[in-house]
């Protein structure tokens, strides 16, 4: 059934797999309203541990322990709710107290960085994610873009592109101290043409994640998908955030 295609890795298909797929029904199913208050109680959680690796940095922590712990914490976790999505309303939690320390950190080191070239460039960059995100939402609820197959099916791929290239870029710094693509880390105008797509891109990936949750309820998803529902929407909006960041350093250097 295609219309439960995503382009975000965590809610696709095969997540939904031995759920609603199976005609499994508990008789207490996911909802709209569910999921979102879920995603809300997920995102304040992280935001408290994101509070807590800001303060941390500014004490003078050293914020790569934290930021290693959230990546890596929160990839294990991701991974184990992958295959065991009826844990997701223990397993989010965690993983959204992990990825505020990732956030956190990040966020701290970038504020620190442009602290005098460009004071309140995290604000700036939360401030444009949160209306990203309405104007996506108001998008998609009034049917101005259409989540079609073949809308998913070049979104999905072109995430999965972006992510390997990341990846492939990761490890060739971390392990063979070589850049791979520096133009997209550079503030140049292929590197900020570069930052405006996967921008998009991110955003783009909240219409197939919010077609998700309404497909999900739709086709009455057990209760505890709404967890990881909520779970794939903040890997998202936290994607999205990221990227924000990442462009406004890169056009405050031009």
Do not use: H
């Amino acid at each position: 059934m295609s219309l439960f295609k995503s382009g975000n890795p965590t809610l696709k298909e095969s997540a939904y797999e031995g759920t609603i797929f199976a005609g499994i029904s508990t008789g207490d199913e996911m909802t709209i309203r569910g999921t979102m208050n879920k995603f809300g109680f997920l995102f304040l959680m992280m935001m408290g541990t994101t509070l807590f690796a800001w303060s941390n940095f500014y004490k003078g922590g050293n914020p790569m322990p934290l930021m290693l712990i959230g990546v890596f914490g929160g990839l294990a976790l991701a991974l184990l709710m992958s295959f065991k999505k009826q844990w997701s309303p223990y397993i989010a939690p965690a993983f959204a107290l992990l990825e505020g320390l990732f956030v956190g950190s990040v966020s701290a080191y970038y504020d620190y960085a442009f602290r005098t070239s460009y004071p309140g460039i995290v604000m700036q960059a939360v401030g444009l994610t949160l209306v990203v995100a309405m104007v996506m939402y108001v998008l998609y609820k009034t049917r101005i873009i259409k989540v079609t197959q073949k809308f998913r099916s070049v979104i999905t791929i072109a995430t999965i592109s972006i992510a390997v290239f990341y990846l492939i870029q990761w490890i060739a710094f971390s392990i063979f101290k070589t850049t791979i693509g520096a133009f997209t880390m550079a503030s140049t105008p292929l590197g900020i043409g570069f930052s405006v797509v996967v921008v998009c891109l991110a955003a783009l990936n909240l219409l197939l994640d919010f077609d998700m949750i309404e497909k999900g309820a739709e086709k009455k998803a057990p209760k505890f998908m709404e967890w990881y529902s909520a779970f794939g929407l903040l890997v998202t909006l936290v994607w999205l955030y990221l990227e924000i960041l990442r462009l406004l350093s890169k056009l405050k250097d031009r």
